[in-house]
Structure formats: structure tokens, C-alpha cells
């Protein structure tokens, strides 16, 4: 069974479902009923048309659950509009099911609640972690999202910021490599560029580029993660930054900057640097400045504390992470960090260690166990020195 196939076809499918009246509660749950009969049947008779298999079979299960809750009249008008036997249309509705779950009646949060889960294929972990909030609140969120959208006609799109932060999120998962859907987080994105000319959607093309440029260096052959200062730059793809640059120039040009334009500038710098140590950390700095005054992000800040490191010196660094909540998401890892480069190895190790006890990401767990004991076994070279 082709489970990346399946994935594929999900939101074209549920698009089919909304288009035909089909509410989007009720829609989602016939199109993974519809999903795990094809993993029943598909081994044995996989069909010559799998999206159309798959619109026909959720829209039946969508008229079996109708009929049971709707009066005979409206169950007569949905029979009639079942669609004809015969292959589906192969458009992509993936991007116009984004906006149609950025729908008006939704709070921007809520609306990229619920597509990075109905559509974007996030668990509610995934996403939780995404937004920075326990697992049981992101659930009652979504679950709100449904209920307010439920039986409500999704024919009124939302607006493109929400579906940029969606996008995001999106690539920001298939990056980690915890999901694989970076790819299409960037497909989606370039036909977004090429239907709306926005200077945000620009910049979230090119941050995408040039962070998924660097992405096989970002791993070593054992699997084991790569800081940026460490990876082989011969591996980056110098044709995606070149592209994701270009763009980049095009949109700031325009002079209307946004947070996506800002994060890419960032990225650009990093890419245009032959070494580690020719990287404009000054210029970086600057950017991190915009990026807040736009954002207001703490995350911003506890970044921007590291390049103020690299900037001005460790100490610099320190003093800028000092005013930040010690509670956010690596925060330990970015203090070990500057305490390393300052020179306090001890208090690195400790952090380090702290570190990897909180990560939540698997690749990032082990790097900063290996970097805590990487410092323990020069504090005992040390000692025993």
C-alpha cells in the first residue's frame, strides 16, 4: 500500500466532498473512512483511477452518515448530486483547500490549527509543539475549529497570511524531518507565488529554498545532526540559492518588508558566507532587529541572542539571553552555547545536559547529549592533565 500516495490524494478528495456540500467535519471523517477501506482493498484490487475511487467511496460514506442525521428531502437532493462514475479531475486542490480552511469564521490560529492537521497531515503533537503549548490544549483547539466550522458552507476563502503560516509550519516539519513535507510545503508555495504577486509570499519562497538548500549537509552519514557552523558548504544546493536569493531581492525592492523577507535575508547572509567565519554576523543582527520589531517573538530574540554572540562576543550574548524567560523552548541549549564560546565549561556541560532532557526533537536530543559529553570528557582530560 502506497501510504505517501494516499497522502497525496487526501485534500483533493476532501476538496471534492466540500465542493459537493459536503461540511468539512463531516467531510474529513468520509474521507478517512473512505482512506482506510482503500487500505483493506487496495492490496488485493487497486483501482485504475485512485482519486476517483477514493471521491466516490467517501462521498457514499458521506450519504450514508447524511442520512442518518438529515430529513428524506435532503437526503433525495444528495443522492442526486453523486457524482458520476468515471476518473476524477487530476487539478490540484491542495492550495485551495488551504484557503478554504483559513475560513473568516476562524481566528488565524485556529485556522492553521486545523489545515496543518486536516490537511497538512500533523499530528496534534506535531502541531502542539509547533505552537508552543501542551498537546491537550492544541486538542481542544482543533477540536473547537471543527465545531465552529461544522455545517458552516466553506466557500468563503481566508487570507493569505493565515495560509503563509500554514505553509510554514508545514516546511518547518518536512525540514526537521520528522514528517517529509518539505517539498511539498515549496510546491504549494510556488503556485501561490505564481496566483498572487505579494511581496510575503516572495519571501517565504525564497526562506524555503534556502533552508531546504542546506539540507543534505544538515545530516551526517550516521544520521547525526550537523550544526550549520559544520557543515560541508560544497553540499548545498548553490542553484536553490541562487533562486531563493533572486527572489529575495525582488521582494525587498518592492520595499514593503515582512517577516518572511526578513527571516530570508537572514538566510541569505548565512549562504553567502564561503566559511563559517566570513558570515556577516553584524548584518545578521540588524536583520534580527527587524524580525522583531515585526514579530515581537521571544523565539526571535533567544536567536538573535546567538548572533549577538557571534557579533559582539559571548559575553554580548549572555547579556542579551539574561533578559529573555529561561522557560522557552532552547533556551538551555542557547546558554550552553554562549557559555561554551565564553569559556565556562562547566556550567556548558550542565546546560548542554539540561538541554537534551527537553528537546523534543530526536536529532536535536542526541546532538546535545554528545556536546554535554564531548565537554565532560575535556573537563576529565583536564583534570587529569
Known amino acids: 500500500?502506497?501510504?505517501?500516495?494516499?497522502?497525496?490524494?487526501?485534500?483533493?478528495?476532501?476538496?471534492?466532498?466540500?465542493?459537493?456540500?459536503?461540511?468539512?467535519?463531516?467531510?474529513?471523517?468520509?474521507?478517512?473512512?473512505?482512506?482506510?477501506?482503500?487500505?483493506?482493498?487496495?492490496?488485493?484490487?487497486?483501482?485504475?483511477?485512485?482519486?476517483?475511487?477514493?471521491?466516490?467511496?467517501?462521498?457514499?460514506?458521506?450519504?450514508?452518515?447524511a442520512r442518518a442525521d438529515t430529513a428524506r428531502r435532503r437526503r433525495e437532493d444528495l443522492v442526486?448530486?453523486?457524482?458520476a462514475p468515471g476518473p476524477a479531475p487530476t487539478v490540484d486542490d491542495t492550495l485551495q483547500l488551504y484557503f478554504l480552511c483559513a475560513h473568516p469564521s476562524l481566528t488565524p490560529s485556529s485556522a492553521v490549527a486545523l489545515t496543518l492537521r486536516a490537511v497538512g497531515g500533523l499530528t496534534t503533537r506535531q502541531i502542539a509543539r509547533a505552537y508552543l503549548v501542551p498537546e491537550a490544549t492544541m486538542a481542544q483547539r482543533i477540536s473547537r475549529a471543527k465545531r465552529t466550522?461544522?455545517?458552516?458552507?466553506?466557500?468563503?476563502?481566508?487570507?493569505?497570511?493565515?495560509?503563509?503560516?500554514?505553509?510554514?509550519?508545514?516546511?518547518?516539519?518536512?525540514?526537521?524531518?520528522?514528517?517529509?513535507l518539505a517539498a511539498e510545503a515549496i510546491r504549494l508555495t510556488r503556485q501561490l507565488a505564481t496566483a498572487i504577486d505579494h511581496p510575503e509570499v516572495a519571501g517565504l519562497l525564497a526562506l524555503m529554498l534556502l533552508h531546504h538548500a542546506r539540507r543534505a549537509a544538515r545530516t551526517a552519514p550516521d544520521g547525526s545532526l550537523v550544526p550549520l557552523a559544520e557543515q560541508d558548504r560544497g553540499r548545498w544546493d548553490t542553484g536553490?540559492?541562487?533562486?531563493?536569493?533572486?527572489?529575495?531581492?525582488?521582494?525587498?525592492?518592492?520595499?514593503?518588508?515582512?517577516?518572511?523577507?526578513a527571516q530570508a535575508a537572514i538566510a541569505a547572509l548565512h549562504a553567502d558566507a564561503p566559511t563559517a567565519g566570513e558570515t556577516d554576523w553584524v548584518q545578521i543582527v540588524e536583520w534580527y532587529d527587524e524580525l522583531a520589531r515585526l514579530t515581537d517573538s521571544p523565539v526571535v530574540r533567544l536567536n538573535r541572542a546567538v548572533a549577538v554572540g557571534e557579533a559582539d562576543g559571548a559575553r554580548a550574548g549572555l547579556a542579551e539571553l539574561a533578559q529573555l524567560d529561561g522557560s522557552l523552548p532552547r533556551y538551555a541549549a542557547v546558554a550552553a552555547y554562549l557559555h561554551e564560546r565564553a569559556g565556562?565549561?562547566?556550567?556548558?556541560?550542565?546546560?548542554?545536559?539540561?538541554?537534551?532532557k527537553k528537546a523534543a526533537d530526536l536529532l536535536e536530543r542526541d546532538h546535545l547529549t554528545r556536546q554535554a559529553a564531548r565537554l565532560h570528557t575535556l573537563l576529565d582530560a583536564h583534570r587529569h592533565g
Not at 442526486?80 to 457524482?83: A, L, N, V
Not at 565556562?344 to 537534551?356: K, V
Open 1 to 65: 500500500m502506497d501510504e505517501a500516495l494516499l497522502r497525496r490524494l487526501t485534500p483533493g478528495v476532501l476538496t471534492a466532498l466540500v465542493r459537493r456540500g459536503a461540511d468539512f467535519a463531516a467531510a474529513e471523517d468520509a474521507v478517512q473512512e473512505a482512506l482506510v477501506e482503500a487500505v483493506r482493498v487496495w492490496p488485493a484490487d487497486p483501482p485504475r483511477d485512485a482519486k476517483g475511487w477514493l471521491v466516490t467511496v467517501a462521498w457514499r460514506k458521506f450519504l450514508d452518515a
Open 80 to 83: 442526486e448530486e453523486e457524482p
Open 149 to 180: 466550522v461544522s455545517g458552516v458552507r466553506l466557500d468563503r476563502p481566508g487570507d493569505v497570511a493565515t495560509v503563509l503560516r500554514v505553509l510554514y509550519l508545514v516546511f518547518n516539519e518536512g525540514y526537521s524531518g520528522d514528517v517529509d
Open 240 to 261: 536553490a540559492i541562487a533562486e531563493g536569493v533572486e527572489i529575495l531581492q525582488a521582494a525587498l525592492a518592492r520595499d514593503r518588508l515582512g517577516e518572511f523577507q
Open 344 to 356: 565556562d565549561l562547566i556550567t556548558a556541560a550542565r546546560l548542554y545536559a539540561e538541554a537534551a
